[in-house]
């Protein structure tokens, strides 16, 4: 696939014409894809794609045009120089972009970074036996990620990465299930098991009669899973320069120091540890460590090129959306073995979905608890928790009453995969909390 992008950069040079400078963005994957239900194979297959998006640009005037590439190079010539036709028609009639900005210091770099994956088939096998006499139903991904980056000035920046994602839920019956994850880099077999083993424990807590709550505040442990659906919200324009400038950050109080998050609270956007490319769209590469919260306090916001262009600031290699793709948030002292114990009587929450902004401006989240949510007794799981909806400020969660954060991150990747496997990750520990506020 190397080979391809750098054909098709060539070609694109030698098909300008006077006047014009292009970017181009080379996605593609190589994809083992297996689908399981009652602990069973039902869907196996497998993928390779390639897209090559192209924005030309003429002036202050831009066009881009996403092509789907065939692997064929004299084809791929030959859809590209159509391509090209068709964005010099459309660059006549689009009105000059005053934002327009894009890297003209030639950057280029590679980077590869092979993984130890098993073959399909042996992962397949692998997933059966642990999950053997158990109703899973599942989804696992695994392969190679592909991005480029090149432009008319020479830059041309290359990122290939091999990884693994096995999302999966154990059922008991109706809603009540057990929802867990294994991703990374390099596969064991005995992490699996470890996984797999601590599913079948929570799956047997689910056998006994759920509770449902009163509303209320309790203490509360959230597991990884449940930290990334706060994340999420935090990361939907919380670190955005541009909705910084707007007023419209949900962590407009946090910058303008009107509100702090604990001291145990930091966080950046690990370039280096994650699955995405160390450089953007535009041609701007990203720095290995973008501090984006420390000790509680407002680091670094994350700056497009658009941004940068428009309030006279200086990029730092953020994507458009200026949303972590990589965010690695640091760990805690409290041991993963005494988490029940510290907890206490509370709730440990499994999951969260269907989060949403009750209050974006105090970044106040309103969501539903999910699978493998429980009450705890003296340290002890006692009974599943029916469904419970919360509805709590992160200022206050990750503020005032964090307890303690679990020692060892967990690297949870994006389980999407509409047009393509994601590239986003985030590296979270758990978080032990008290007065988690329960509505309904």
């Known amino acids: 696939m190397e080979a391809n992008f750098h054909d098709l950069a060539a070609a694109l040079d030698n098909a300008l014409q006077p006047g014009e400078t292009y970017t181009a963005c080379f996605a593609a994957e190589e994809t083992d894809f297996v689908r399981f239900n009652q602990g069973r194979v039902r869907q196996p297959g497998s993928v390779r794609q390639a897209v090559l998006s192209i924005d030309l640009i003429r002036g202050k ?3 881009t045009y996403d092509l789907t590439l065939a692997g064929d190079t004299a084809m791929d010539n030959a859809h590209l120089r159509l391509a090209l036709g068709d964005l010099r028609t459309l660059i006549a009639d689009v009105p000059e972009d005053p934002y327009l900005l894009y890297a003209t210091e030639v950057r280029s770099s590679t980077s590869k970074r092979p993984g130890q ?3 399909a088939e042996r992962a397949v096998d692998a997933i059966v036996d642990a999950a053997r006499g158990l109703d899973l139903v599942g989804i696992y991904a695994a392969g190679k990620i592909c991005r480029g980056f090149a432009n ?3 830059q041309r920046n290359w990122h290939e990465v091999e990884n693994f994602n096995f999302d999966w839920s154990l059922y008991h019956r109706n809603d009540k299930a057990v929802k867990s994850a294994y991703a990374g880099f390099a596969w064991s077999d005995a992490e699996l098991v470890a996984r797999m083993d601590a599913a079948r424990v929570h799956l047997q807590h689910l056998k006994a009669a759920p509770r ?3 509303p209320g505040r309790y203490s509360a442990y959230l597991s990884p899973s449940a930290m990334q659906e706060l994340l999420d919200m935090m990361c939907w324009g919380g670190f955005s320069e541009k909705q910084k400038q707007v007023k419209q950050s949900p962590l407009q109080k946090f910058y303008e120091g009107q509100l702090r998050l604990n001291k145990m609270v930091t966080m950046n956007e690990n370039a280096e540890g994650g699955v995405a490319p160390a450089f953007q769209g535009e041609g701007y590469l990203k720095p290995a460590l973008l501090p984006l919260i420390t000790e509680g ?3 670094s916001t994350m700056i497009s090129p658009r941004t940068a262009q428009e309030y006279t600031l200086s990029e730092n290699g953020a994507d458009g959306d200026e949303s972590p793709g990589s965010a690695d948030m640091a760990g805690g002292t409290l041991a993963e073995i005494d988490v029940l114990s510290a907890l206490g009587t509370g709730i440990y929450i499994g999951n969260l979905w269907y989060c949403n902004f009750s209050d974006r401006m105090n970044c106040r ?3 539903m608890t999910r699978f493998a949510s429980f009450w705890v007794d003296h340290g002890k799981i006692v009974a599943p928790l029916n469904v419970m909806r919360f509805d709590d400020s992160l200022f206050r969660v990750l503020g005032e009453n964090l307890e303690a954060l679990t020692a060892t991150p967990e690297l949870l990747i ?3 995969t509409y047009d393509g496997r994601s ?5 979270l520990p758990g978080a032990l909390v008290r007065d988690f506020s329960l509505t309904l």
């Open 117 to 119: 994956l098993l073959p």
């Open 297 to 299: 306090r407002p680091a």
């Open 212 to 214: 449902t709550l009163d």
């Open 423 to 427: 590239t986003s990750s985030a590296r």
């Open 365 to 367: 989240v309103t969501g």
């Open 61 to 63: 005037r831009h066009a």
């Open 152 to 154: 008319s000035f020479g």
């Open 414 to 416: 994006d389980n999407h």
